[in-house]
């Protein structure tokens, strides 16, 4: 019998491709920086924004000082245009989505979150309509680790939520194949 149901937050509950976007080439068009430069100076900070070990405004300030580009008003706009995208995310019409969640507190299951996410996106999630209807959330900035990194992160929530496979379903992008296979032998 299902007890609880864990979902990943981007694509799954929530859509970052609603509305605005902006990411690397948007930010490297505003600031005047080459698009290549710019994304390989930006992806050597992405792991440590990811676990939590910079904010999105030390990302981009140690970004732009590797690209001889810094100033305060760079760093700046970063942060703004990137908490203006994310608004737009979590401001689309996330209506189905809190239908299911209340329909899945009505039966009686509890739900999980896990998400890799950076600390602008961590506060855009805590603030969203969805957040009240999550009982455990995951969040990869505050865990310290990521998909990316650490297969173990995907049996945080069920093992914050006290259940076990197969008790747990795993939306289907919330779970690499390995534990879909597992969720589905067992």
Same mark, same amino acid.
């Given at each position: ?11 799954? &509950?929530? #859509?970052?491709?609603?509305? =605005? ?19 390989? $100076? ?10 939590? %070990?910079?904010?999105?405004? @030390? ?7 590797? +690209? ?15 908490? @203006?995208? &994310? #608004? ?6 996330? #209506?189905?989505?809190? $239908?299911?969640?209340? %329909? ?14 950076? #600390?602008d996106e961590r506060d855009m999630i805590? %603030? /969203? ?13 505050? *865990? ?8 173990? !992160? !995907? *049996?945080? $929530?069920?093992?914050? +939520? ?8 795993? /939306? ?9 296979? =597992? %969720?589905? $032998?067992?």
């Amino acid at each position: 019998m299902i007890k609880a149901v864990i979902f990943d937050m981007f694509e799954t &509950l929530a #859509s970052l491709f609603e509305g =605005q976007t902006y990411f690397s080439e948007d930010i490297a068009f505003d600031l005047g920086l080459p698009h290549d430069a710019f994304r390989s $100076a930006w992806h050597l900070t992405e792991e440590d924004r990811t676990i939590g %070990k910079c904010t999105i405004r @030390e990302a981009a300030a140690l970004t732009l000082k590797r +690209l001889g580009a810094y100033s305060d008003e760079s760093v700046s706009l970063i942060e703004r245009k990137r908490r @203006e995208n &994310l #608004s737009d995310t979590f401001g689309a019409d996330l #209506s189905e989505s809190v $239908a299911m969640l209340k %329909k899945l507190k009505e039966h009686g299951l509890k739900t999980g979150l896990i998400s890799n996410c950076y #600390s602008d996106e961590r506060d855009m999630i805590k %603030k /969203s309509v969805l957040y009240p209807y999550i009982d455990v959330p995951v969040l990869s900035f505050e *865990c310290g680790t990521s998909a990316n990194r650490m297969r173990g !992160f !995907f *049996c945080f $929530a069920p093992r914050r +939520l006290a259940f076990c496979p197969p008790s747990v379903c795993m /939306s289907e992008t919330a779970a690499p194949e390995s534990c879909l296979l =597992q %969720k589905r $032998a067992a």
